[in-house]
């Protein structure tokens, strides 16, 4: 990949910015199509409704394991060409969702849509660690990911919109233009971050020692596993959301209206977080919002099990419990990455790999629970919040609320 003669730099508005529209590309990836489902099962004569969740499923799945290569290539070839020959795959599979003649086609372009997004997860989080750590770096997570958070407060609308003029594949014809502006942008813009001295080898024995390193980190490996349980949270509600909010309660063409509340409410914990962590730390903040919306779910799913989980009760709680959700993907993105920057690639490239294809797993098998009802969902709400409780319990060994950063050293 040629590479321009002056050196390319990024203030602070911009690298958010390209962080939140790398990340809104996975975003809208996903979201924007949840009110074409219907159309989308119809048009492939699909037998069980359930089975149009494996279009949110199959882009995920290899949304996170494709992470896990594009760490160490990242690592040794830099940030840069990798993301942009990956934002490639990204088009090429648009390209084959819009024309694809069969449900195992599509399926098959919608998995590579996630292989070449998965580069904007690892990439962009590697990016913001080269360029700042701790606190620092959880606050910019924060601003980027609020406002990254409009994506899916407006991208369901979009697509309904889309289906108001034009058939399902358009949408994925808007996919394909926003990638192709991305593309763009980060390809004048988006300056080489890898220090030379960083750089790793990329053979097998490099590889494995880098994801090894990373492994040996107890607070790495802890909240990966926290941040895994949590993602399934939010992985089995946007999955499952179109047959909560229109099957269970009727809202038809209204659902973007319903999903994109909740989107707000996790927009608001984000923003809310970008201003308070600087003040009261990632982990003080992250561990009572984790206390919170494991209470939170519990009360949902009590609530759903005795029938009370009216429209209302259930969005209030939902936008309540997601709104938490949104004061603590960061600071576990963060507190993860903390101790790793040397192999932050790689340390991201297998953060991200675990925690999305795990909460793809599981999130999957609380929306396939799904049985016309509420109740199915709240209550895997409430035990993946409680699993993320234990998980964060035994990362810092019992003691909760701590203000300093753990030692580098792996302390099992």
């Keep these: ?49 359930n089975d149009r969740q494996l279009v949110v499923i199959a882009y995920v799945a290899l949304f996170g394991v494709a992470q896990l290569i594009y760490g160490p290539l990242a690592d040794s070839f830099g940030r840069r060409s990798v993301l942009i020959y990956a934002l490639g795959i990204y088009i090429a599979g648009s390209i084959l969702c819009v024309v694809a003649p069969s449900f195992e086609l599509f399926l098959a372009a919608r998995a590579m849509q996630g292989v070449g997004a998965a580069a904007t997860r690892v990439i962009a989080t590697a990016v913001v660690r080269d360029l700042t750590e701790g606190r620092r770096m959880a606050q910019v997570m924060s601003m980027a990911m609020t406002v ?35 593309l763009i942008w980060t390809f004048f813009r988006l300056p080489e971050t890898l220090k030379p001295e960083n750089r790793q080898k990329f053979n097998a024995p490099a590889i494995a020692a880098a994801y090894l390193s990373v492994l ?39 659902f973007p209206i319903a999903f994109g509340s909740i989107a707000i409410a996790i927009s608001v914990g984000t923003f809310l977080n970008s201003r308070l962590v600087m003040r009261h ?39 309540l419990t997601f709104a938490m959700f949104g004061l603590m993907a960061s600071n576990f993105n963060a507190l993860a990455m903390e101790p790793v920057g040397r192999v932050a690639g790689s340390a991201s490239a297998i953060f991200g790999a675990v925690t999305a294809t795990g909460g793809a797993i599981l999130g999957a098998l609380i929306a396939r629970s799904f049985d016309g009802t509420a109740t199915p969902f709240a209550i895997g709400l409430a035990a993946a919040g409680a699993a993320t409780m234990l998980a964060v319990l035994w990362t810092e060994r019992g003691k909760l609320f701590g203000t300093g950063p753990s030692p580098a050293a792996p302390k099992f």
């Design 148 to 182: 990254f958070m409009i994506v899916p407060i407006i991208a369901p609308g979009i697509g309904q919109l889309i289906l108001f003029i034009a058939p399902w594949r358009w949408i994925f014809t808007a996919l394909l233009i926003y990638s192709v502006l991305v």
């Design 281 to 319: 730390g990632m982990r003080r903040l992250s561990h009572v919002m984790t206390i919170g919306f494991t209470v939170s779910a519990l009360v949902l799913a009590a609530l759903a099990q005795l029938g009370l989980a009216s429209f209302w009760v259930f969005t209030g709680m939902a936008a």
């Design 216 to 254: 040996r980190q107890r607070q790495t490996v802890g909240y990966m596993i926290a941040s895994t349980f949590v993602t399934a949270c939010l992985f089995g509600y946007i999955t499952s959301s179109e047959q909560l909010f229109v099957d269970v309660y009727g809202l038809g063409p209204a």
């Design 1 to 49: 990949m040629t590479e321009f003669s002056q050196p390319r730099t990024l203030s602070t508005p911009e690298l958010v910015a390209m962080v939140a529209s790398l990340s809104a590309l996975n975003a809208l990836a996903i979201d924007i199509m949840l009110p074409a489902l219907p159309q989308i099962g119809a048009s492939f004569q699909l037998a069980n409704d």
